[in-house]
């Protein structure tokens, strides 16, 4: 039963171009959403996080976007630089309790 | 600062064999995580440490799986008997919430991961 969801096991875009990765969840109790990086042999690293008292949240070329009604977030990326290419993790939390996580979509930007 | 250290790195060991991984989370921070990543299932949350007492261990897959958290600086997770199926990378990971405290954001700052092989 998996409350994080990430349906595209890989992602591939063009250098300069949007990358948008795609997470859904079923736990409405979810109050905070975070993206996470990694890189091969490398642990994950926080990227950006959104509360669900907000729909957008911007940090430089990443945005994160939580639309809670359709229990959708997703995370755009702009431009897309090759250095982005690695493994992303969605993940929700309540309370600040555990970290449920998805189970990743691999972003490769090609250049 | 140091982040979060894990031993050993890379582990390969047979199956029935007893197998130990170690955590060090950062200074400070009072809650430790155990997770496990595979192909399939992306990151599994193990069992999960606040104030050094175990919170959670609903994701521990079988009795093979113990965890413990002695003090505030050390952490292991040991299967015995290890078994192929439980080849993965498990990765430790730690964060400052703190407990009956304000609501966390529930970031993580991760180890780099135990790799382990069992053949």
């Known amino acids: 039963d998996q409350q994080v969801k990430q349906n595209s096991p890989s992602l591939s875009v063009q250098e300069g171009r949007i990358s948008i990765l795609n997470c859904d969840y079923t736990?409405?109790?979810?109050?905070?959403f975070l993206w996470y990086k990694k890189y091969p042999a490398e642990g994950p690293t926080f990227l950006i996080s959104i509360s669900s008292i907000k729909d957008k949240n911007e940090d430089g070329r990443f945005t994160v976007f939580l639309n809670k009604s359709a229990k959708h977030l997703s995370l755009h990326i702009v431009p897309s630089q090759p250095g982005d290419s690695a493994v992303y993790f969605c993940a929700a939390t309540e309370y600040g309790n555990k970290l449920v996580f998805g189970a990743g979509t691999i972003l490769r930007v090609k250049s | 600062d140091a982040g979060v250290i894990q031993s050993p790195r890379h582990e390969v060991t047979e199956m029935g064999q007893e197998v130990t991984l170690r955590c060090k989370p950062i200074s400070g921070h009072n809650s430790l995580f155990w997770y496990r990543q595979t192909m399939m299932r992306g990151l599994e949350l193990l069992i999960y440490f606040n104030n050094n007492v175990p919170i959670d261990d609903s994701g521990m897959p079988e009795d093979r799986f113990s965890a413990k958290m002695p003090n505030a600086s050390f952490s292991t997770l040991k299967i015995q008997p290890s078994e192929p199926r439980d080849s993965a990378v498990y990765f430790c990971?730690?964060?400052?919430?703190?407990?009956?405290?304000?609501?966390?954001?529930?970031?993580?700052?991760f180890g780099e991961g135990s790799r382990l092989t069992v053949l």
């Open positions: 990971a730690s964060s400052s919430r703190l407990a009956g405290g304000p609501k966390s954001t529930g970031e993580l700052f």
């Open positions: 736990n409405s109790m979810f109050d905070y």
